[in-house]
């Protein structure tokens, strides 16, 4: 069972959690997942959530007491913790950190807004002994905030637990997939289904002939071409 918890301080953006694929991976509990209002959790009286800058500058930070307060409360001093804080300015997420991901037995994440959390929070958090803590970015490009990117981050990851998807052999062909010998970079060939003829475009004649040497040999060849395509952009 993976627990991930969300902070955020709009909870309601974060409701297609229950929805498809994540909803039947918590009626399994394969998941479960729980959200967090960031001002339900603070402890102070204002309940205050961000201040202005040191040092200047437009945009408020988010406060180091609420999200430290926050994240104490959901959170045992036994337990190994994966904190993930969700920044234009992280890591790269990939399948491959997906993957790791999936591993893990309780996942946090903290879903900024404004310019951000105070950077005190990750430093605190990556000190603490029980606790790894992951600057993640989604993409080259600046969100209103973490919780988009939460959840794709967890749809990501979700779907490599196993027992979450109803057919595991999905998993193997597909684009980014990892093979047990290290990452296969190459992206998935084109997949077609009935009718053989639509609106004047035939399906790839091997595709028809039954032969599955033929057939893995032409997948081989476009999944190649295609990542050889993207390569070249
Ligand atoms: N918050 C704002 N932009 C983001 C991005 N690209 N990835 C993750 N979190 C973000």
Same mark, same amino acid.
């Given at each position: 069972m993976l627990q991930i918890d969300l902070i955020s301080i709009f909870p309601e953006y974060l409701a297609p959690l229950k929805l498809s694929l994540l #909803? $039947?991976?918590q009626d399994k509990q394969l998941l479960s997942i729980n959200i967090h209002d960031l001002r339900d959790q603070t402890a102070d009286v204002h309940h205050s959530?961000?201040?202005t800058p040191y040092g200047g500058g437009a945009g408020m930070v988010m406060s180091p007491v609420a999200w430290g307060d926050a994240i104490d409360? &959901?959170?045992?001093?036994? !337990? &190994?913790v994966d904190l993930i804080i969700l920044t234009p300015a #992280? +890591? $790269?997420?990939?399948q491959k950190i997906a993957l790791e991901f999936s591993k893990s037995k309780h996942i946090i994440f903290a879903c900024g807004r404004y310019e951000g959390i105070d950077a005190r929070v990750g430093q605190y958090y990556a000190d603490k002994a029980n606790f790894r803590v992951h600057e993640i970015s989604i993409g080259d490009y600046v969100l209103g905030g973490g919780e988009v990117a939460a959840m794709v981050i967890i749809e990501a990851t979700a779907r490599l637990i196993p027992g979450v998807l109803g057919n595991p052999d999905s998993l193997k062909e597909e684009s980014h997939s990892i093979t047990g010998d290290g990452e296969d970079l190459l992206v998935e060939y084109p997949n077609y289904t009935k009718?053989?003829?639509?609106? /004047? %475009? !035939?399906?790839?004649q091997v595709l028809l002939s039954g032969n599955h040497g033929e057939i893995a040999k032409w997948r $081989?060849?476009?999944? !190649? +071409?295609?990542? +050889? !395509? %993207? /390569?070249?952009e």
């Open positions: #909803g $039947k991976a959530v961000d201040d409360q &959901i959170t045992k001093d036994d !337990e &190994i #992280g +890591r $790269k997420f990939t009718p053989a003829n639509w609106r /004047g %475009l !035939e399906v790839p $081989k060849a476009q999944a !190649e +071409r295609r990542t +050889r !395509e %993207l /390569g070249s």
